[in-house]
């Protein structure tokens, strides 16, 4: 599917988009980066554990 707001008028796709592709492989990684960032104690700007890798202690106020 050609998408004229993903063409920069140059490059591999040039603006074509693999709907297959995104239905079966990048959606479905997008939706579970969040639940897999929260379960390693990442923080996330929209939710997470408020942890950063390696802090063993509490959670300080989210900025």
Do not use: F, K
């Amino acid at each position: 599917m050609y998408v004229p707001g993903l063409d920069p008028g140059s490059g591999m796709s040039a603006g074509h988009v693999n709907l297959s592709c995104w239905e079966r492989t990048g959606i479905p990684i997008l939706l579970d980066r969040p639940q897999r960032l929260a379960h390693d104690g990442v923080r996330t700007e929209r939710g997470g554990s408020g942890r950063t890798p390696g802090d063993p202690g509490e959670a300080g106020p989210v900025s």
